[in-house]
């Protein structure tokens, strides 16, 4: 099983077509891509959504929620194939480059960074009944 993600990672610097929700095609090569499936790509055409006008553009950027569909070389599929698909075999790749994990190096669990409001340090407290009494004319509610 091949997932969505995996595949667009994968076929990056590779040559693909999108087509938008509009009807608008952009075939170029992919740069890069996020997690919301937007895309990066650059050496673009363009082509209307009524098919008579091109445009050749550089690079663009494309909204992951108005894609319609994508076309990828059948290469990209097998590469992906090729890649670590299960949670454990990714965990093992990362154990075998010698990746720290959590609980290594000198992180500040359970020290506590004191950003928070609230004890001395923070001045001295004013109760709520009292809180407007430093201005002269008003009185505090009862």
């Not at 997690?35 to 550089?58: A, Q, Y």
């Not at 097998?78 to 992180?107: C, H, L, W, Y």
Request: with cysteine.
């Amino acid at each position: 099983m091949v997932l969505p993600m995996a595949l667009l990672r994968t076929a990056q610097n590779q040559p693909m077509m999108v087509e938008l929700k509009n009807g608008e095609t952009y075939s170029g090569v992919l740069a890069s891509c996020d997690g919301f499936m937007n895309l990066h790509m650059r050496d673009i055409v363009c082509t209307s959504r009524d098919g008579e006008r091109f445009w050749k553009i550089p690079e663009c950027y494309v909204r992951g929620n108005s894609i319609k569909y994508l076309r990828l070389p059948d290469e990209v599929i097998d590469m992906v194939k090729d890649e670590p698909t299960s949670r454990k075999e990714i965990r093992q790749q990362f154990k075998a480059k010698g990746r720290g994990g959590r609980g290594e190096g000198g992180g500040a669990k359970g020290k506590g960074k004191g950003r928070g409001r609230g004890g001395e340090a923070a001045g001295p407290e004013k109760s709520r009944k009292n809180a407007g009494d430093d201005k002269p004319g008003k009185r505090a509610r009862a």
